[in-house]
């Protein structure tokens, strides 16, 4: 049986490679705009413009994506986890119900970096994961703050500006990352899973074969 979050964490992956490398042309054009702004004007805001839409489409098209992932993976971590302690529905509760997400969102790492560590084969990508987790909340809580900031001011500095690029160009790696580990550990848990016998199972890894 094939994992539930195969084909999601493959879509999920090309739109995240696709919308850092949006976050970064934002860099580069926000640094631009911070040390020459009569240049910025002359050659680069038409493209800025352009890169902000593909942004924005891009974003929510990855958060909705990126909810579906977070759900299938979990599907995924209970078929293969005995008493895995949280349940898809569970997990995406943590994402999406506000000020409990600031937990909810480095938890759900954090569990499963716990659960990787548990595995020799997993032990380093788990500790990324955990370790990642707070970075990921902290990035995404000041990413928010310095988009409003943006939003609303009047005329944007060029300071703010680069720093808001600079954070979520960081968040969005930080996501990508996550998303690379978690599925390469779900795939490795998943292809021992299926070469193992019952008999031959570590109840230490407690890994579950697939029914």
């Known amino acids: 049986m094939n994992l539930k979050s195969e084909f999601i964490s493959f879509i999920l992956k090309i739109l995240l490679a696709a919308l850092l490398v949006a976050a970064l042309a934002d860099?580069?054009?926000s640094?631009?705009?911070m040390i020459d702004l009569n240049m910025f004007s002359d050659y680069i805001y038409p493209?800025?413009?352009f890169v902000d839409i593909v942004s924005v489409v891009?974003?929510?098209v990855a958060a909705i994506v990126y909810l579906i992932w977070i759900?299938?993976?979990h599907m995924d971590l209970n078929r293969l986890y005995l008493q895995f302690p949280r349940t898809p529905g569970s997990a995406i509760a943590c994402m999406i119900i506000p000020f409990y997400n600031f937990y909810g969102?480095?938890?759900i790492y954090q569990q499963i970096g716990s659960h990787y560590q548990r595995s020799a084969?997993?032990?380093k990508d788990g500790q990324w994961i955990q370790g990642m987790s707070v970075p990921l909340i902290i990035f995404f809580i000041a990413s928010n703050i310095l988009g409003r900031f943006v939003s609303r001011a009047e005329e944007v500095s060029g300071a703010l500006l680069f720093a808001?690029?600079?954070v979520t160009s960081i968040l969005y790696t930080i996501f990508f990352t996550l998303c690379l580990l978690v599925s390469r550990g779900l795939s490795n848990i998943h292809a021992r899973a299926n070469h193992t016998t019952s008999d031959s199972i570590d109840p230490a890894n407690a890994v579950q074969l697939p029914s």
């Open 27 to 29: 860099l580069a054009f």
């Open 31 to 33: 640094a631009i705009y």
């Open 47 to 49: 493209m800025y413009g």
């Open 58 to 60: 891009l974003y929510y």
């Open 71 to 73: 759900y299938r993976v």
């Open 105 to 107: 969102i480095p938890s």
């Open 121 to 123: 084969a997993l032990s």
């Open 164 to 166: 808001s690029s600079l």
